[in-house]
Structure formats: structure tokens, C-alpha cells
């Protein structure tokens, strides 16, 4: 194995060129009464950054990362940064958790204890998993992907080769969402003997066509699907055309950066406008100082680009065992007989509670879920 020991430490000159960025950042106008209708809302956003630079503590923030196992491995040259907590149960199973944008490992912490040592929470250590976490290539602290073509397709190969060369497991467990479940969906498309089974959350209305007898749940998914993308989609289409343009002023400004992603977290979650329902300051300041410390909004938001235009993708119905969790206040939830069109649907469940971060938001019933799926899966 390459893997090397790894533990999240940032110069302290990083973190006071971050506090001097956001003391001089200039701030936009807002008409009166502008609430978050025209996109992220002035006065919560100077709230935020106020306490970035005064009151955040970076550093109990490393401490609890450091909690956990963190690696560094080389997968065909390429640097990616995981991490691996072993099951504490007689034979736990391997499981890789994926995120999407605008996350990164960090959404993962809560349920991590819940899957790796689910007897120390009120579970059955039967039910135990060797937990895999890694930060997707151009995320966090893997490496930015320097040359063209690192789409989803590529990425679930370098997981397989992570998986299997690097940490030694024949088969394996994968649970995605977002950017992640598509990865998941090319990890069984394309090493299905390897795969034991897949869970995903989210939305998947992008196929390769539409079906002509469409249910009555699926034709209103359709429009739902629709009806998101002209009032949200806009993030995802300057994304995936012009990433590089975009990028200049993300990179630049940490207010900026903290408007572009904040705006997501409190539209996509399950907490009714108010963003802090779902998320502390300190949760999504992280998430926030992680993009802004690696400089890797550039390289995330290329995902789409590569992504939109890759070739090398797999289609096709998903052979291996599924199960999808859907969570009430994400985009625009799938119905059951949409996922059972592309997936060998296995479990549907939907939460009673959850957005889009449903790891993050609600991780006892997300791992309840896992474990109540994995149960029933051959090994």
C-alpha cells in the first residue's frame, strides 16, 4: 500500500492572509427588501463573514478533523487525501462514501462513527463498515487535476484502483450523492464484479432519453426536473461551459466564494430559508476555509466541464444491487419507478426528513438506512 499518514495543519500565515482578505472586502449593493429572492442575502452573508474573520476558530476545527484517519495515497501518480476508519465489528464490509459539489470530505464526518462502530451508538456491531472517505480529485486535499478529461468516468477508475490495488479489498460497498452517485453509477457500470452494491441519494432525470410510457410520478418529475433547472440550475450551467471565468473571482475573493456556496447549502437543504437551521457558522466556515486554504473552487466547478463533455462514460441499467434513500427537501426527488428504469432496485426508501446534504443533515437516518440495505446484500 502508499498510503501515507495525514493530518490537516495550515501555516498560520494562510489563515491571517484569509483574515486580512475578508476585513477589505468590498460589498455589493442590495435593493430594499431583497431577502434571498436575488441570490445570497447581503446582511447574512456580512454576518458570516464577520464572524470568518473574529471569531472562527480554525484551529479546534483541525482538531476535530485530525479525530479521524487521514491518509494520502497515489493512485496512478495522482494525490489523493482519504479517510479510512476500520470497522469495529467481527468482519466489518468495505464501504466508499462520495461526495459531490459544493461539499467535501467534511460532509461525511457525522455518520463515519455511526457506519465504522455502530454498536458504540446503539446499533449492532454486526452491522460494521472499514469506512473509505476520500475527497474527490480537485476537492479538498487531493490533488487539482493539471491536464484535460478528469470526468466522473475517470475519477470511479482511480476509486477502483484505490479500492482494490491501494487498500486491498476485492469488493466493496459504495454509497454516493450528487457528483458522487454519478461516480457510484460508473463504478458498477464499469468494475461490477468489484462492486457489492450501491446507495444512492439525489436526483438522476440526466439519461441517455426518456422513456415514451412515462408514469404519472415520472412525467411530474420531468417537470419538476425542469422547473429546477430554470429557477436553479443557473450555478451549473456557467459551470459547465465557462468554469475557468468563474473562477477568477472565487479564487480571489473569499467573500465571494462563501456567496457561491452558502447560496446552496441554504436552498438545498431541508431548513425552511433559514440556512443555520441545518448548519452552524462554524459547519459551513470548514467547509468554506477548506476550498479557500487548497484553491480548489477552480478545479471543482471543472468537474462539470469535463463531465458534460466526457466521451468515455458508461451507460446502461446498473446490474449490481441498489438502493436509493431519498431525501423529502432535495432538488426534486426521484420517484420509485424512474430509479428502478436505470438501477437493479433493491430498496427505496423515503426519509421523513433531509435535504441534499443528507450526511451531514440527518446522519442517523441516512446509516440506519445503509446499514438496514447492506444487511440484505450478498457478499
Known amino acids: 500500500m502508499a498510503l501515507e499518514p495525514f493530518a490537516v495543519s495550515l501555516p498560520q500565515e494562510t489563515l491571517d492572509d484569509l483574515r486580512e482578505r475578508l476585513a477589505r ?216 461551459t465557462k468554469p475557468q471565468t468563474l473562477a477568477f473571482g472565487l479564487s480571489d475573493s473569499p467573500a465571494g466564494l462563501s456567496a457561491w456556496i452558502v447560496e446552496k447549502y441554504r436552498a438545498w437543504s431541508d431548513c425552511d430559508g433559514d440556512v443555520e437551521r441545518r448548519f452552524s457558522k462554524d459547519e459551513l466556515l470548514a467547509i468554506l476555509t477548506v476550498y479557500w486554504v487548497t484553491g480548489t473552487i477552480a478545479s471543482s466547478i471543472r468537474l462539470y466541464y469535463e463531465s458534460t463533455h466526457d466521451q468515455a462514460a458508461s451507460w446502461g441499467r446498473v446490474k449490481v444491487p441498489t438502493a436509493m434513500a431519498m431525501l423529502p427537501k432535495d432538488m426534486f426527488p426521484t420517484p420509485r419507478e424512474w430509479a428502478g428504469r436505470w438501477v437493479d432496485l433493491q430498496r427505496f426508501t423515503v426519509l421523513p426528513r433531509g435535504g441534499h446534504f443528507g450526511e451531514m443533515e440527518e446522519p442517523e437516518l441516512l446509516a440506519e438506512d445503509i446499514r438496514a440495505f447492506f444487511r440484505t446484500v450478498p457478499r
Not at 460589498?27 to 430594499?32: A, L, M, S
Not at 490533488?143 to 484535460?148: L, S, V, Y
Not at 439525489?202 to 430554470?230: C, H, M, Y
Open 25 to 240: 472586502t468590498r460589498w455589493p449593493d442590495e435593493v430594499r427588501d431583497a431577502g434571498w429572492d436575488y441570490g445570497t442575502n447581503l446582511a447574512y452573508l456580512k454576518e458570516l463573514v464577520g464572524y470568518w474573520t473574529n471569531g472562527f476558530d480554525w484551529r479546534a476545527q483541525e482538531r476535530a478533523m485530525n479525530r479521524y484517519s487521514h491518509y494520502r495515497a497515489k493512485v496512478d501518480g495522482f494525490g489523493i487525501h482519504l479517510i479510512r476508519e476500520p470497522g469495529k465489528g467481527r468482519d466489518p464490509l468495505p464501504l466508499i462514501i462520495l461526495h459531490g459539489w459544493p461539499a467535501c470530505f467534511l460532509q461525511m464526518l457525522p455518520i463515519i462513527p455511526l457506519l465504522a462502530d455502530p454498536a458504540g451508538y446503539g446499533g449492532n456491531a454486526a452491522d460494521s463498515f472499514d469506512v473509505v472517505v476520500p475527497d474527490l480529485p480537485g476537492y479538498g486535499f487531493s490533488d487539482r487535476p493539471r491536464e484535460k478529461g478528469m470526468t466522473v468516468a475517470k475519477i470511479a477508475d482511480l476509486f477502483h484502483r484505490l479500492m482494490t490495488s491501494e487498500l486491498g479489498y476485492r469488493r466493496f460497498a459504495v454509497r454516493g450523492s450528487d457528483i458522487g452517485a454519478g461516480v457510484a453509477v460508473q463504478l458498477a457500470l464499469r468494475h461490477p464484479d468489484s462492486v457489492i452494491g450501491l446507495h444512492l441519494s439525489g436526483t438522476n432525470p440526466s439519461v441517455p432519453f426518456v422513456p415514451p410510457d412515462l408514469t404519472p410520478a415520472e412525467e411530474q418529475f420531468i417537470r419538476d426536473a425542469e422547473n429546477w433547472r430554470n429557477a436553479e440550475s443557473g450555478y451549473a450551467q456557467e459551470q459547465a
